[in-house]
T-cell receptor
Framework: DTEVTQTPKHLVMGMTNKKSLKCEQH?????MYWYKQKAKKPPELMFVYSYEKLSINESVPSRFSPECPNSSLLNLHLHALQPEDSALYLCASSQDERLAVEQYFGPGTRLTVT | QQPVQSPQAVILREGEDAVINCSSSKALYSVHWYRQKHGEAPVFLMILLKGGEQMRHEKISASFNEKKQQSSLYLTASQLSYSGTYFCGTDYDQTGANNLFFGTGTRLTVIP
């Protein structure tokens, strides 16, 4: 099983809502990532979890709050988002956080903030 | 730290070849290549390591020139299925972690 799954596929939320994105993998990977991708742009790294601990936070605003409840699951909690946060949110995983290790991407959640 | 890709876009007829370049201003540890079709997740193609050999994925190959801090992706005898946006992802020794910086992207369209 080389699949990373993400739910929901699409999400529309108002600026005062609280919602969560979910990511799951069953490949035994110990590193998991959140990326944000705007239309026609490359993915931009947001967070990295290594062995369920947050290891990288790329200066992401606090309205995005990641959580890694166990080695298979990664959540992204959203609160008080802005319209400019509308984007495709991609989750990825890799065997571990070493350099030069392949990352497997999920299909993404397309988020629209109204 | 974002690597620069060229060209930005290319249109090919089936069977033609293309080269996509990825250049960095910083010393690279490795270069990853991904293809992303519209509305889908990026799909891993290959990784090239500093000092490593040229890699191949089907009829797609890539090289890594350490001196120039550049990687090139070679698409040979292109097929319709090659269409998509190609991204290079680079990581650097300094970060000590698999923190990929994706390039600007190259949109490849293969027409019959």
């Amino acid at each position: 099983d080389t699949e990373v799954t993400q739910t929901p596929k699409h999400l529309v939320m108002g600026m005062t809502n609280k919602k969560s994105l979910k990511c799951e993998q069953h490949m035994g990977h110990r590193a998991m990532y959140w990326y944000k991708q705007k239309a026609k742009k490359p993915p931009e790294l947001m967070f990295v979890y290594s062995y369920e601990k947050l290891s990288i936070n790329e200066s992401v605003p606090s309205r995005f709050s990641p959580e890694c409840p166990n080695s298979s699951l990664l959540n992204l909690h959203l609160h008080a988002l802005q319209p400019e946060d509308s984007a495709l949110y991609l989750c990825a995983s890799s065997q571990d956080e070493r350099l030069a290790v392949e990352q497997y991407f999920g299909p993404g959640t397309r988020l629209t903030v109204t | 730290q974002q690597p620069v890709q060229s060209p930005q876009a290319v249109i090919l007829r089936e069977g033609e070849d293309a080269v996509i370049n990825c250049s960095s201003s910083k010393a690279l540890y490795s270069v990853h290549w991904y293809r992303q079709k519209h509305g889908e997740a990026p799909v891993f193609l290959m990784i090239l390591l500093k000092g490593g050999e040229q890699m191949r994925h089907e009829k797609i190959s890539a090289s890594f020139n350490e001196k120039k801090q550049q990687s090139s992706l070679y698409l040979t005898a292109s097929q319709l299925s090659y269409s998509g946006t190609y991204f290079c992802g680079t990581d650097y020794d300094q970060t000590g972690a698999n923190n990929l910086f994706f390039g600007t992207g190259t949109r490849l369209t293969v027409i019959p």
